[in-house]
């Protein structure tokens, strides 16, 4: 696609439920971010993959966060049993490559913004 | 983990008025990257550098990759009022990229 999509844009849902986020990356692009961003806070990294490989998962807050990748392309993160406290903007981010001189040159969807009620 | 403080956290200027952000970390990087926010999207490439010392210049916007590694800082010549956003730092050693907290930049006409 012509750039990074994310859906759905806006997501309600009642504390305890899970939730899933997709991303659909620039086509071509081998690696695939996921940030957070609270209200007011900066960009918060969760985990990245280059390819279907996830070499950095560490930005994960809980075991109750997860994410995978499929064929090199669409990604789904997953919460379960939300809290309160995972209300934010989820941002997903594509570069060609997750090495220097590539990875830098982020591209990045407009988020799915999580209400936890 | 390795942190990026970003400084100030906003800034409300007069339009024409130069503005100037900074970056630090008490970790050394081999990359220092200046992204631009605006409401409701998400970030935007503005700067890369990739040496230490190196100077770089976008337009009305100049950035630097401190010497030390583990810093950088951002101008703003001459803003006007769609410089108004949220500019991020971001840094990386390894294929992860991380940011700052941001500075929250309002411009009056």
């Known amino acids: 696609g012509a750039g990074v999509s994310q859906s759905p844009s806006n997501k309600v849902t009642e504390k305890g439920k899970d939730v899933e986020l997709r991303c659909d990356p620039i086509?071509?692009?081998?690696?695939l971010y996921w940030y957070r961003q609270s209200l007011g806070q900066g960009l918060e990294f969760l985990i990245y993959?280059?390819?279907?490989?996830?070499?950095?998962k560490s930005g994960l807050p809980s075991d109750r966060f997860s994410a995978e990748r499929t064929g090199g392309s669409v990604s789904t993160l997953t919460i379960q049993r939300t809290q309160q406290e995972d209300s934010a903007v989820y941002l997903c981010?594509?570069?060609?490559?997750?090495?220097?001189?590539?990875?830098?040159?982020?591209?990045f969807g407009s988020g799915t913004q999580l209400s936890v009620l | 983990g390795q942190q990026l403080n970003q400084s100030p956290q906003s800034m409300f200027i007069q339009e024409g008025e130069d503005v100037s952000m900074n970056c630090t970390s008490s970790?050394?990087?081999?990359?220092w990257l200046w992204y631009k926010q605006d409401p409701g999207e998400g970030p935007v490439l503005l700067i890369a550098?990739?040496?230490?010392?190196e100077l770089t210049s976008n337009g009305r916007l100049t950035a630097q990759f401190g010497i030390t590694r583990k810093d950088s800082f951002l101008n703003i010549s001459a803003s006007i009022p769609s410089d108004v956003g949220i500019y991020f730092c971001?840094?990386?050693?390894?294929?992860?990229?991380?940011f700052g907290q941001g500075t929250t930049l309002q411009v009056k006409p």
């Open positions: 970790s050394i990087f081999n990359t």
């Open positions: 086509s071509g692009h081998t690696a």
């Open positions: 971001g840094s990386s050693n390894t294929g992860k990229l991380i």
């Open positions: 550098l990739y040496k230490a010392g």
């Open positions: 981010a594509s570069s060609l490559a997750a090495v220097r001189g590539f990875n830098e040159k982020l591209f």
């Open positions: 993959f280059q390819g279907n490989s996830a070499p950095d």
